[in-house]
């Protein structure tokens, strides 16, 4: 076909009227025609504008198809519904158990915290014997105890400054120390010939402030001390725990005008006055 019979034949073919071989001859000629292609393609949207071209209608198998892929949607749906539900069967006792401990209100949690203290102090004291366990636990304190202030003495009383102060400090690992130890201590504080011993021991004193004589000891140490810092160490103990026996021994040190250190004066002056 030359493409002015194609031209010719273009209405009978977007109507419908050729034959089926007249049909694909036209489709084989456009198909390697360019300027026929682009004018049937032109004819084609311009009739479709006017409504001349017949409305395409879906073919008898569409609707099979259709609700064939209905069908098989549904399937994948159910199928992956079943995997859920399996899934979430399998999930639950586990989430379950978490929400038993997830406790969401602080009472429970402190109670339930309370719970587990009482247990382990019930195990402990049951696999420790009962009473006679805890009984026995208490003698080993105790002798432990000592064994800590008897080493403690024995180093305070070494001609190395290093091993006074570790004794110092093995001093104040002893909870409730007798009044050999308190006294050793006092005894550092006033006539140890090294000034950081000294301080260490009033450092350690304050642990035991509450101790019968510890407070009077220092009151009569600030008197005789002869170091600024372990002075002014000793007022800031006293201050702080308010005692007010050091009132004299305070004004003593500010009136002695010879012998007190300027830093000790005012520091004297100021714990007078919180005192």
């Given at each position: 076909?030359?493409?002015?019979t194609i031209l010719d034949n273009f209405s009978d ?150 091993d006074r102060l570790l004794g110092i400090g093995f ?50 140490s600030l008197t005789v001390q002869a170091y600024p ?47």
């Amino acid at each position: 076909m030359t493409c002015e019979t194609i031209l010719d034949n273009f209405s009978d073919y977007l109507t419908g009227d050729l034959d089926e071989a007249a049909r694909n001859g036209i489709r084989d000629h456009i198909s390697g025609c360019t300027a026929c292609r682009e004018e049937l393609e032109n004819l084609t949207l311009i009739w479709a504008r006017l409504g001349v071209l017949p409305e395409e209608r879906p073919g008898s198998g569409l609707r099979d198809r259709f609700y064939a892929m209905i069908e098989e949607r549904k399937a994948v749906l159910a199928a992956a519904s079943g995997r859920k539900a399996a899934a979430s069967l399998g999930e639950r006792p586990i989430k379950n158990f978490c929400k038993w401990f997830a406790f969401r209100r602080p009472a429970f949690a402190a109670s339930f915290s309370a719970f587990l203290l009482l247990f382990g102090i019930g195990a402990g004291w049951f696999l420790a014997g009962g009473p006679d366990g805890a009984r026995r636990l208490a003698v080993l304190s105790a002798e432990v105890q000592d064994m800590r202030q008897q080493v403690a003495l024995n180093l305070m009383d070494r001609p190395s400054a290093a091993d006074r102060l570790l004794g110092i400090g093995f001093s104040t690992a002893v909870d409730t120390p007798d009044g050999t130890t308190l006294e050793a201590l006092i005894a550092a504080v006033n006539g140890d010939p090294n000034p950081n011993v000294r301080l260490a021991a009033v450092e350690a004193l304050y642990l035991f402030r509450n101790r019968p004589g510890v407070r009077e000891g220092l009151v009569r140490s600030l008197t005789v001390q002869a170091y600024p810092i372990v002075q002014i160490a000793i007022i800031d103990f006293l201050v702080d725990v308010r005692e007010e026996r050091a009132a004299e021994a305070l004004k003593h040190l500010i009136d002695n005008e010879n012998l007190i250190d300027p830093a000790v004066r005012n520091r004297a002056e100021q714990g007078l006055k919180q005192l």
